[in-house]
Nanobody, 123 residues
Framework: QVQLVESGGGLVQAGGSLRLSCAAS????????MGWFRQAPAKEREFVAS????????YYADSVKGRFTISRDNAKKTVYLQMNSLRPDDTAVYYC????????????????WGQGTQVTVSS
C-alpha cells in the first residue's frame, strides 16, 4: 500500500507558476514510477506527466511539454510538478499516482492515487 498526499495547488494568474508536491508513505516509494494526472470539470481525467523509478526518464503530454517539469526525490519520498507559463485551460484538480512503469499514460494503469489538489488559473 502506498499513501499519496498532494499539496501546492492554488489560484494563479495566467503566465504564472506553481509547484505541486506529492508526498508518499507506506511501501517503498522508489519501487514505483510516478505520474501526474488532472481532471477539469465535466472532463475525463487526463495524463500530464510521468517519471521513472530513478528519475532518469520522464514523459509528458503534448499539452504541457516545455511548460511543466516532473521530478522526484526518493530520499524525501516526494514527486514534484513544476508548472510554468500556466494557462486558464490548465485549471483542474491535479492528482499524483503510482504505477509500475513511467510509460503508462492511462489512469487504469496506475495503482495508487492521492486525493488531488486544485489548481485554478485566472485570465
Amino acid at each position: 500500500q502506498v499513501q499519496l498526499v498532494e499539496s501546492g495547488g492554488g489560484l494563479v494568474q495566467a503566465g504564472g507558476s506553481l509547484r505541486l508536491s506529492c508526498a508518499a508513505s507506506g511501501r517503498t516509494f522508489s519501487n514505483y514510477a510516478m505520474g501526474w494526472f488532472r481532471q477539469a470539470p465535466a472532463k475525463e481525467r487526463e495524463f500530464v506527466a510521468s517519471i521513472s523509478l530513478s528519475g532518469s526518464n520522464t514523459y509528458y503530454a503534448d499539452s504541457v511539454k516545455g511548460r511543466f517539469t516532473i521530478s522526484r526525490d526518493n530520499a524525501k519520498k516526494t514527486v514534484y510538478l513544476q508548472m510554468n507559463s500556466l494557462r486558464p485551460d490548465d485549471t483542474a484538480v491535479y492528482y499524483c499516482a503510482a504505477a509500475w512503469t513511467y510509460r503508462y499514460t492511462s489512469r487504469e494503469q496506475y495503482e495508487y492515487w492521492g486525493q488531488g489538489t486544485q489548481v485554478t488559473v485566472s485570465s
